[in-house]
């Protein structure tokens, strides 16, 4: 059963952290390019950021450049998103996603960890 849980979410102030985890089970982890979007209130699916499947190269919103950084672990199946300088814009529901291949979507959904920013 592919499985993918976000862990980490919580309030934090403004200008503060928070590190977000996403573990993936069920699925040649591996394998797969991953990345985090978010969705905040009345608003649409917004990408944050990617990771290619080793690691080599990683990509994000402008809206979190120079502020969030993505990573993962593929021995033990983790994806990471490290949030510095944390805004109240940045409050959403994070999720994280597994794709394999060039198609438009993603394979797999976690079912979000909330994160709110504020004082």
């Known amino acids: 059963q592919v499985q993918l849980v976000e862990s980490g979410g919580g309030l934090a102030q403004p200008g503060g952290s928070l590190r977000l985890s996403c573990a993936a089970s069920?699925?040649?982890?591996?394998?797969?390019?991953m990345s985090w979007a978010r969705q905040a209130p009345g608003k649409g699916l917004e990408w944050v950021s990617g990771i290619y499947t080793d690691g080599s190269a990683t990509y994000y919103a402008d809206s979190v450049k120079g502020r969030f950084t993505i990573s993962r672990d593929n021995a033990k199946n983790t994806l990471y998103l490290q949030m510095n300088s944390l805004q109240p814009e940045d409050t959403a529901l994070y999720y994280c996603?597994?794709?394999?291949?060039?198609?438009?979507?993603?394979?797999?959904w976690g079912q979000g960890t909330q994160v709110t920013v504020s004082s």
């Open positions: 069920g699925f040649t982890f591996s394998s797969y390019a």
């Open positions: 996603a597994a794709r394999q291949g060039p198609h438009i979507g993603y394979d797999y």
